[in-house]
């Protein structure tokens, strides 16, 4: 009997979350800003890897200030946090998008997220290119 609710439990979660995922998907919209969010990212890792292959020294300015010099230093393997940190942004504004997409107000939300997604991934492109002008002019 506890085996039955288990199995009940687990492929009502499967069903709902496949509804989920269609209702997400079939909103056009969300199909762009995917295609345009995932251009962003592969300039985005290109720009990061460009930046780390290039760089002779062991050291890596991070954050230039006018007033103090550089004020971060790290390793240049750090520079590849940025597209992971964009990343995982999609994946956690996809996952809210995800609890929502029952609601009636959806494609609201679904703009707000997607958009919010790409917007930080151009900031983050933004400040490798600052980055990249830091350490290579």
Known sequence: MAYSNIYSFWLGFIRKTRASIKSVWRYRPNRWYFLLYLALF?????????IYSNLSGSLLVLRYRIDFGASLIGEPRKIF???IVSLLILLFNYIISLFFSTSSKNRFIFNL??????????????YLMSVYLVNFS
């Open 42 to 50: 592969l300039f985005l890792t290109w720009q990061a890897y460009n």
């Open 81 to 83: 946090i940025y597209p």
């Open 113 to 126: 997220l997607f958009i919010g997604t790409n917007f930080i991934t151009v900031f983050m492109i933004l």
